[in-house]
């Protein structure tokens, strides 16, 4: 099993920033891509950014430039870093952890974190 402990989001004002960690516990498989998904309320759970064991990085098309996705691989932590923060932003982020291991792939969420912008 793999356990997600998210920390950083809040309340932050139209163009600061926030940064995210999500620190995984638990057995991790070499291959596995950790990332950042939000959603907002009546709308569906996107990606935000994801990076992948290899370092291949991938965000949503809304990011443009203004987020960072970085992993530690030593201690299993991803880290969101997002700037220029907009009020569509607001919304739950949660941790993903996906993991290929004994031949099949698994997918891990954390319990979310609050991000509000304000204006």
């Known amino acids: 099993q793999v356990q997600l402990v998210e920390s950083g989001g809040g309340l932050v004002q139209a163009g600061g920033s926030l940064r995210l960690s999500c620190a995984a516990s638990?057995?991790?498989?070499?291959?596995?891509?950790m990332g950042w998904y939000r959603q907002a309320p009546g709308k569906q759970r996107e990606l935000v950014a994801q990076?992948?064991?290899?370092?291949?990085?991938n965000y949503g098309n809304f990011v443009k430039g203004r987020f960072t996705i970085s992993r530690e691989n030593t201690n299993s932590t991803v880290t969101l870093q997002m700037n220029s923060l907009e009020l569509e932003d607001t919304a739950v982020y949660y941790c993903n952890v996906q993991q290929f291991r004994i031949g099949r792939w698994s997918d891990y969420w954390g319990q979310g974190t609050q991000v509000t912008v304000s204006s």
């Open positions: 990076i992948r064991s290899t370092g291949i990085t």
């Open positions: 638990g057995v991790i498989s070499s291959l596995n891509y």
